[in-house]
């Protein structure tokens, strides 16, 4: 990864490592997130958590995972490595997309923004109605 | 402090419709909507590329300069999206994509159903791709990739 991600934007802004593998939970989430002042990286697998943290581990604050990650290491093992191996970053870990969309109304509470821009539940229910297929 | 009830508000994609806005007019109130979900007026760019050392740097640079980003790291992925409600209106593809399709083909796949969506495909300068593409071969600056999404860019 490039400085870049050190470099662009607002220093003061908490990096929060968002690591969910699909697709559309993962835009529809760190795009609430961001909408609250963080600045989000997203991993599509914990693979891709581990190279971003390798990278840039220092400057991560929050690590968000999303615990039904396909592949070697899952959700749950990931969260541990990082709590191991990081202390200095605050490891959250979700099952569900409910539990995902509660968790990112909690960090918008406490996040630079200080508002939240919709409920949980409608961040869940706007993620259902992403999935359905255009009619026209 | 007065608050009104708006009877029927419906979101069609881009367009908000407020009907029967009940107790506002007369009161001099206000009606806040909140377009967050849709983030309307940001234009929106989904970026596919297969690592995370190529996709979060370069999304971030498009999201400081004023874009909305969607980042896939598959083809499959970067389907799913352009088949949801998603608002796109660019995709950014990087020929280092793995799965059953590549980003050039994902590319080529969306310029023919997606007429009106912009296109770019990076690329090493050697790839074999076809020519009506706008492409950016790597090494590149990313000002190029803005220069090349911006509206005043021929080609789409």
């Known amino acids: 990864m490039s400085p870049e991600l050190a470099s662009a934007g607002n220093e003061e802004r908490p990096i929060l490592l968002f690591v969910e593998h699909d697709a559309l939970e993962r835009a529809a989430i760190a795009g609430y997130l961001r909408e609250c002042g963080y600045r989000v990286v997203e991993a599509v697998s914990a693979e891709e958590a581990q190279a971003a943290l390798r990278e840039h581990g220092a400057q991560i604050d929050i690590a968000f995972i999303a615990a039904d990650l396909p592949g070697e290491v899952d959700g749950f093992s990931l969260a541990k490595e990082i709590q191991a191996r990081a202390a200095g970053i605050k490891v959250l870990l979700a099952a569900t997309v409910e539990r995902a969309a509660k968790l990112a109304s909690q960090l918008c509470e406490g996040g630079p923004h200080l508002r939240k821009p919709y409920e949980p539940q409608a961040l869940v229910d706007w993620i259902k109605r992403l999935r359905i297929p255009k009619t026209d | ?156």
């Open chain 2, 1 to 156: 402090m007065a608050s009104c009830l708006a009877n029927s508000v419906s979101i069609h994609g881009r367009r908000t419709k407020i009907a029967e806005v009940a107790g506002c007019q007369s009161k001099g109130g206000t009606v806040e909507i909140s377009t967050s979900l849709a983030q309307d007026s940001v234009p929106s760019i989904l970026f596919v590329a297969g690592s995370i050392e190529t996709r979060a740097p370069l999304a971030e640079f498009l999201r400081t300069n004023g874009y909305q980003v969607f980042e896939s790291a598959t083809a499959d992925e970067a389907l799913e999206l352009l088949n949801s409600r998603l608002e796109i209106d660019a995709l950014v593809a990087d020929d280092q994509v793995t799965g059953s399709m590549g980003g050039l083909a994902l590319a080529d796949w969306v310029r023919k159903t997606r007429p009106s969506m912009r296109v770019l495909v990076i690329a090493d300068d050697a790839d074999e791709s076809d020519k009506n593409a706008i492409r950016l071969t790597r090494p590149f600056h990313h000002d190029a990739l803005l220069a090349l999404l911006s509206p005043s860019t021929p080609g789409a």
